[in-house]
């Protein structure tokens, strides 16, 4: 069993930064890829970011190419989405996961689950 536990979401106005927290438990770190995704208002869940296990390759959604960077540092446990330039837009609930197998942006291919942080972007 793997438990991931999210922090640092919170109002922030447009053009601000969040930098999103995943501290994970249960297992050893480095056996599973991590991904960010989110859920906005009204619309299904989306992928964000992924970091493969090794942290040497990382994916991200278009819509956040360039403003959002996924890392994670093995001796905490613990992966971050560093969010910059936040528009309305990004609000949503975001969620980190674990894959146990590779890094994808399908949601389904992940094992476990945080319970999510909150992230709203004013204008």
């Known amino acids: 069993q793997v438990q991931l536990v999210e922090s640092g979401g919170g109002l922030v106005q447009a053009g601000g930064s969040l930098r999103l927290s995943c501290v994970a438990s249960g297992r050893t770190f480095s056996q599973y890829a991590m991904g960010w995704f989110r859920r906005a208002p009204g619309k299904e869940r989306e992928f964000v970011a992924g970091?493969?296990?090794?942290?040497?390759?990382?994916y991200y959604a278009n819509s956040v190419k360039g403003r959002f960077t996924i890392s994670r540092d093995s001796a905490k446990n613990t992966a971050y989405l560093q969010m910059i330039n936040l528009q309305p837009e990004d609000t949503a609930l975001y969620y980190c996961?674990?894959?146990?197998?590779?890094?994808?942006?399908?949601?389904?291919?992940?094992?476990?689950w945080g319970q999510g942080t909150q992230v709203t972007v004013s204008s």
């Open positions: 996961a674990a894959d146990l197998h590779i890094l994808t942006s399908n949601a389904d291919n992940y094992d476990y």
């Open positions: 970091m493969s296990r090794s942290g040497r390759n990382t």
